[in-house]
């Protein structure tokens, strides 16, 4: 167990005790670590809950306490904590809605709360996280909502990973900032409609993603519990009737590089100029340049046709 005499130690700064065999609960006591900056309990069996006494933790930048048995919610105190960088709350029992007062952690850079028992809505502090560098929710089935616009501001993120949440809607055109983003996982989220006008459609807007995967569908919407999105730069879809663990590979599509076709930009080896319908687009209008994805390699006739989801061709 965790001695409560730790609790003299006031300027102690490092705290790890990750894998070390030990168990019994987190004492109060800890909240009297007045100089901690960085404490790490994961891979140990701790039961109970985060205790409310981590408000003191002033110049706290680290908190994990990931692979243990704790249960309960996350304080809302830790909004208190604005030093804090690093959250990492993962493979635990602890439960319950994300306190808004998290939206104080300007300086968060890794959100890890994947294969907990979370619910509610999900966070609205994003547009205070603008150092945020990775976001992982997954497995957090009772997460709801939709995701918020502000996150469009996390310039910084790399990873989003929701799979398995029950988050909802489209996803909000403001996400084709993200630039910097390498992996970001949707697969059997309620997420829906067209993602190609925020992820795939601009020649330079994701140039290191890695991984970009979702429950994909050729523009239908399913009505079971994983809702269908159309994503022709996904480098893993989920199909109906595929395994979401073992995700079919996405379609071969056209050639990205671009050609000229009258005023527009299209991709290049189509056949044709196709024109696009600024009603059927996802939100494109027709005289936007649409680069990459914009056709897409008919599997009957192994021949590059018009994507079906951009509307038809004219002339």
Not at 71 to 100: A, F, R, Y
Request: net charge negative; glycine share 10%.
């Amino acid at each position: 167990t965790i001695p409560t005499e730790l609790g003299h130690l006031a300027l102690l700064q490092h705290l790890n005790l990750g894998k070390s065999g030990i168990s019994g609960t987190i004492p109060t006591e800890v909240g009297q670590l007045s100089s901690l900056q960085f404490l790490d309990l994961s891979g140990n069996a701790i039961v109970g809950s985060v205790p409310l006494e981590v408000e003191n933790l002033a110049y706290l930048k680290s908190f994990v306490v990931s692979d243990t048995l704790l249960e309960g919610p996350i304080p809302s105190e830790m909004g208190e904590l604005t030093d804090l960088q690093t959250l990492q709350c993962s493979d635990t029992k602890m439960d319950g809605t994300l306190p808004s007062e998290l939206g104080n952690l300007s300086f968060l850079r890794q959100l890890h709360l994947e294969r907990s028992r979370f619910s509610g809505m999900i966070l609205p502090g994003f547009g205070n996280w603008l150092g945020l560098e990775s976001l992982q929710l997954h497995g957090n089935s009772g997460l709801n909502g939709t995701i918020p616009s502000e996150l469009g501001q996390l310039t910084k993120l790399t990873l989003m990973d929701l799979r398995g949440t029950s988050i909802r809607g489209s996803m909000p055109s403001e996400l084709s900032n993200l630039s910097g983003l390498k992996q970001l996982r949707l697969e059997d989220t309620l997420i829906s409609g067209n993602l190609d006008p925020v992820f795939c459609l601009g020649t330079v807007a994701f140039p290191d993603f890695e991984v970009i995967s979702s429950d994909c569908s050729d523009g239908e919407v399913d009505s079971g519990r994983s809702s269908r999105a159309v994503c022709s730069c996904c480098t893993s879809c989920c199909m109906e009737g595929t395994d979401c663990t073992e995700q079919a590979e996405q379609p071969s599509w056209c050639d990205w590089q671009c050609v000229a076709c009258d005023s527009n930009t299209y991709a290049s080896r189509c056949g044709e100029c196709p024109m696009i319908s600024a009603e059927d687009d996802g939100g494109v209008g027709a005289s936007t340049p649409l680069c990459r994805r914009s056709c897409a390699i008919d599997e009957t006739s192994q021949l590059c046709a018009t994507r079906v989801d951009f509307g038809s061709p004219i002339g």
